[in-house]
């Protein structure tokens, strides 16, 4: 996936974006896969069967929200946008995907948790979030 891709696409195109990645076993599959939706809501569908997503594989997101996918499995996956609705303030809806190490890296900036990583020579094993007590 090479752990950042962004795409763009017209909110008067009605037809779907189908787009595969990959997810490599040795750097990326003990990350959290985060896909961010702008200017547009958006039916989603993520899934590695085949190449055909299945009605379990099917997330709706709001514009300006976050699909997070912990620890993905290594390997080709497809990822179908349907564009449900734009903004009405843009003419144009974008995704981004990256490979993140904690979701929505564990309130860290709000003080309530740690995002703690484990790597082995420079590849992620996994994340975990520490939390703090009352917060």
Known sequence: MSSNATAAWSCSDSKPQK???DI??????GGVLKLKILG????????QSNNQCNQSDTYFISNNESFYLPQPKAGQWILDLKN???DDESDEAVFNMTM??????CGEYEGRGECQTY???????MSSCTCKAGE
Do not use: K, P, R
Not at 24 to 29: F, G
């Open 19 to 21: 787009h595969f990645f």
């Open 24 to 29: 490599d076993q040795d750097t990326e599959s």
């Open 40 to 47: 547009a809501n958006v039916s989603l569908c993520l899934s």
């Open 84 to 86: 449900v609705s734009c």
């Open 100 to 105: 993140v190490g904690c979701v929505d890296e």
């Open 119 to 125: 790597y082995t020579q420079g590849n992620v094993i």
